[in-house]
């Protein structure tokens, strides 16, 4: 939600402000702007849309400066336009934010009292002309404590000054920032991804802190002005080289690395010489667990979801599962013998974050499974599992969707063990089931040539329905998830035994249908509802595992067939067509793959 780029040098900076922000675009595309500071005027350029719009714009204005900030903007206070478009300026300063500032309309009002003129609907102007009246009567210094202090909600801010040409400030609350050390001259960013291209010499902030970056030094601060050593990591090759290769879209490249973050993956978690799961740092007795509750949002949600039949499969825990934003306001009873796992790529996510920071107010036992090891449910959490599998840049999840479910049902598989509640044999053999998930998940993705034609349909479609039992009912929501958010054509995942009560209705000539139906203790079940559906008119893709046995149903459209690997492996495999699907669907509609409309990656936004 929102990217934020500072940098400042003995050197010009627009140039490269703007590649920064063509990194971050994928947290927010609906506008953008610069600013820069010049012999003592700030100078702005903003356009409503993408950063190659506001490229082409810099370069009219022939934008000088060697101290810059710069903004990708998803909307939330104020439409996507021209004017709302960060940074922000007073006759003082000028300030990008990412978060929200939930006390902006009474501020506002405080500040007009006193004068102060608005230009935009947003809730970020309140920040440049607050830091300006302070600025009257304090030093730099203090007047960042007390604005910092003024203001409610979630914020990483960045702040140049038009009378100070030697500093920048970032500041942090909820909203993740990094600064980067450079070469005589330094950097601040939403993520390093940002910075990459730049230097690999990385420090984030914690929550509440913030610093002031000088060409040659940057000082970090708590919010009580105390100051703060931080350590200085170094970017991964792995980090420093990530980009879409020979790809076109990240989303294709993400679907295509499955095979390989999977192993690396299993890799991490498995020791392949005892044949065992290696969870170190299990900070409680797992035999003392009574109860497990999974948290997390929108894709992160689904991974939850298909855990919760591993889990209750595997373990003698009892397990509930919550959608974050909905958890973190219920009156929840927490237990002492529970456990609370919180799923999130970004690990950034303002819904799950608080929902986690929820349970450590309550001394509960945390866990989180996150792909951002940096981030900030990473920091807080007692136990970080992460899903090394790279970094995602694609809005819509998908390598990590494996990853999350991947890194829980390892987890099932290591406490229904320590719990005896699987014998020895047992738990070798799922984890000689799981060595051979790597190389399935590589030969569902050749079934590719069919789902391109068969996305041609899905694309024309009015709505369509998913559907499965089981543990093919969350990937049948993935599934949808994935069509709507690519092809923006209506989907819904249903069980497919809830279909009779209600959804039925929606069946009409021609309407397409997924039916997830592997050969597991469900697959008769399944094909009758698919029949149910097919008698009424619905186009049927069935996506199946191969088998001996010949699909016994008729007037199947078209049917894909994954690997035959053991049931609770299955998920993984029958994600990846899904995921082909709304791929090829959103493509033949022309949409922007990456960046579907409305949607940024990483919400760190209520
Ligand atoms: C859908 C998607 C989102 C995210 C959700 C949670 O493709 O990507 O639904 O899964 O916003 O994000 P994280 O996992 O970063 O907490």
């Given at each position: 939600m929102c990217g934020i780029i500072g940098i400042i040098s003995s050197k010009e900076v627009s140039s490269r402000i703007v590649n920064s922000l063509k990194k971050l675009e994928y947290r927010g595309y609906d506008s953008a702007g610069i600013a820069t500071l010049v012999e003592g005027n700030i100078n702005e350029v903003k356009c409503e849309g993408r950063v190659d719009a506001l490229e082409k714009d810099i370069s009219k204005f022939n934008l000088k400066g060697d101290i810059g900030i710069g903004h990708v903007r998803w909307a939330?206070?104020?439409?996507?336009?021209k004017i709302n478009a960060h940074p922000h300026s007073s006759e003082q300063v000028s300030v990008v934010h990412n978060g929200i500032i939930e006390n902006s309309t009474i501020l506002k009002k405080l500040l007009e009292k006193k004068g102060y003129v608005f230009?935009?609907?947003?809730?970020?102007e309140v920040i440049a002309h607050l830091v300006t009246d302070y600025l009257k009567k304090n030093s730099l210094k203090d007047t960042i404590i007390k604005v910092l202090k003024k203001l409610h909600g979630s914020f990483a801010l960045g702040i140049i000054f038009k009378?100070?040409?030697?500093l920048m400030i970032g500041a942090r609350r909820g909203s993740p920032l990094a600064v980067g050390y450079g070469p005589n001259e330094n950097y601040l960013g939403s993520d390093s991804y940002a910075l990459k291209s730049m230097t690999n010499k990385i420090s984030y902030l914690d929550d509440g802190e913030f610093c002031i970056i000088k060409r040659d030094q940057i000082e970090f601060f708590q919010s009580n002005g105390i100051k703060v050593n931080k350590k200085v990591m170094n970017l991964s090759k792995e980090e420093l080289n990530y980009d879409k290769g020979d790809y076109k879209y990240f989303m294709e490249k993400e679907i295509d690395e499955q095979p390989s973050t999977i192993k690396d993956c299993i890799n991490e978690y498995v020791d392949k010489y005892n044949n065992q799961i290696n969870i170190y740092?299990?900070?409680?007795?797992?035999?003392?667990?009574k109860a497990i509750v999974l948290i997390g949002c929108g894709t992160a949600y689904h991974s939850c979801l298909v855990a919760k039949y591993w889990l209750e499969q595997n373990t003698n825990l009892d397990v509930s599962i919550d959608i974050a934003s909905e958890f973190r306001y219920r009156k929840v009873r927490f237990k002492k013998d529970s456990l609370y796992v919180f799923v999130s790529q970004?690990?950034?996510?303002a819904d799950t974050y608080a929902a986690l920071e929820l349970c450590k107010k309550n001394k509960m036992k945390t866990c989180a499974v996150v792909n951002?090891?940096?981030s900030s449910i990473a920091r807080d959490a007692d136990l970080v599992l992460p899903?090394?599998?790279?970094?995602?840049?694609?809005?819509?999840?998908t390598k990590a969707f494996l990853g999350q479910m991947l890194v829980l049902y390892m987890l099932s598989l290591k406490i229904s063990y320590d719990q005896k509640e699987i014998t020895k044999k047992t738990y070798h053999s799922k984890i000689k089931n799981l060595l051979l998930l790597s190389n399935s998940a590589k030969k569902t993705l050749k079934l590719d040539h069919k789902l391109l034609k068969i996305g041609k349909v899905f694309a024309q479609a009015k709505g369509c329905m998913f559907l499965g039992r089981g543990y093919s009912f969350p990937i049948a929501l993935e599934g949808a998830l994935k069509l709507k958010e690519l092809a923006y054509v209506h989907a819904e995942g249903y069980p497919?035994?809830?279909?009779?009560?209600?959804?039925?209705?929606?069946?009409?000539?021609?309407m397409p249908v997924v039916v997830i139906a592997?050969?597991?203790?469900h697959y008769l079940k399944t094909m009758s509802n698919m029949q149910e559906v097919i008698a009424r008119g619905a186009k049927v893709l069935l996506i199946t595992n191969k088998n001996k046995?010949?699909?016994?149903?008729?007037?199947?459209w078209e049917q894909i067939e994954v690997d035959k690997l053991n049931d609770e492996l299955i998920p993984f495999l029958t994600t990846i067509p899904l995921q082909k699907l709304a791929f090829y669907s959103a493509l033949e509609k022309g949409y922007d793959i990456d960046k579907p409309r409305n949607l940024a990656k990483s919400v760190t936004v209520e």
């Amino acid at each position: 939600m929102c990217g934020i780029i500072g940098i400042i040098s003995s050197k010009e900076v627009s140039s490269r402000i703007v590649n920064s922000l063509k990194k971050l675009e994928y947290r927010g595309y609906d506008s953008a702007g610069i600013a820069t500071l010049v012999e003592g005027n700030i100078n702005e350029v903003k356009c409503e849309g993408r950063v190659d719009a506001l490229e082409k714009d810099i370069s009219k204005f022939n934008l000088k400066g060697d101290i810059g900030i710069g903004h990708v903007r998803w909307a939330t206070h104020g439409k996507p336009s021209k004017i709302n478009a960060h940074p922000h300026s007073s006759e003082q300063v000028s300030v990008v934010h990412n978060g929200i500032i939930e006390n902006s309309t009474i501020l506002k009002k405080l500040l007009e009292k006193k004068g102060y003129v608005f230009k935009s609907q947003t809730d970020t102007e309140v920040i440049a002309h607050l830091v300006t009246d302070y600025l009257k009567k304090n030093s730099l210094k203090d007047t960042i404590i007390k604005v910092l202090k003024k203001l409610h909600g979630s914020f990483a801010l960045g702040i140049i000054f038009k009378d100070k040409n030697d500093l920048m400030i970032g500041a942090r609350r909820g909203s993740p920032l990094a600064v980067g050390y450079g070469p005589n001259e330094n950097y601040l960013g939403s993520d390093s991804y940002a910075l990459k291209s730049m230097t690999n010499k990385i420090s984030y902030l914690d929550d509440g802190e913030f610093c002031i970056i000088k060409r040659d030094q940057i000082e970090f601060f708590q919010s009580n002005g105390i100051k703060v050593n931080k350590k200085v990591m170094n970017l991964s090759k792995e980090e420093l080289n990530y980009d879409k290769g020979d790809y076109k879209y990240f989303m294709e490249k993400e679907i295509d690395e499955q095979p390989s973050t999977i192993k690396d993956c299993i890799n991490e978690y498995v020791d392949k010489y005892n044949n065992q799961i290696n969870i170190y740092n299990f900070p409680w007795n797992i035999s003392s667990l009574k109860a497990i509750v999974l948290i997390g949002c929108g894709t992160a949600y689904h991974s939850c979801l298909v855990a919760k039949y591993w889990l209750e499969q595997n373990t003698n825990l009892d397990v509930s599962i919550d959608i974050a934003s909905e958890f973190r306001y219920r009156k929840v009873r927490f237990k002492k013998d529970s456990l609370y796992v919180f799923v999130s790529q970004s690990g950034e996510t303002a819904d799950t974050y608080a929902a986690l920071e929820l349970c450590k107010k309550n001394k509960m036992k945390t866990c989180a499974v996150v792909n951002v090891v940096e981030s900030s449910i990473a920091r807080d959490a007692d136990l970080v599992l992460p899903i090394y599998c790279g970094q995602e840049i694609g809005v819509a999840s998908t390598k990590a969707f494996l990853g999350q479910m991947l890194v829980l049902y390892m987890l099932s598989l290591k406490i229904s063990y320590d719990q005896k509640e699987i014998t020895k044999k047992t738990y070798h053999s799922k984890i000689k089931n799981l060595l051979l998930l790597s190389n399935s998940a590589k030969k569902t993705l050749k079934l590719d040539h069919k789902l391109l034609k068969i996305g041609k349909v899905f694309a024309q479609a009015k709505g369509c329905m998913f559907l499965g039992r089981g543990y093919s009912f969350p990937i049948a929501l993935e599934g949808a998830l994935k069509l709507k958010e690519l092809a923006y054509v209506h989907a819904e995942g249903y069980p497919a035994g809830e279909m009779k009560h209600g959804p039925l209705a929606l069946i009409e000539e021609g309407m397409p249908v997924v039916v997830i139906a592997p050969r597991d203790e469900h697959y008769l079940k399944t094909m009758s509802n698919m029949q149910e559906v097919i008698a009424r008119g619905a186009k049927v893709l069935l996506i199946t595992n191969k088998n001996k046995d010949e699909i016994i149903s008729e007037n199947i459209w078209e049917q894909i067939e994954v690997d035959k690997l053991n049931d609770e492996l299955i998920p993984f495999l029958t994600t990846i067509p899904l995921q082909k699907l709304a791929f090829y669907s959103a493509l033949e509609k022309g949409y922007d793959i990456d960046k579907p409309r409305n949607l940024a990656k990483s919400v760190t936004v209520e």
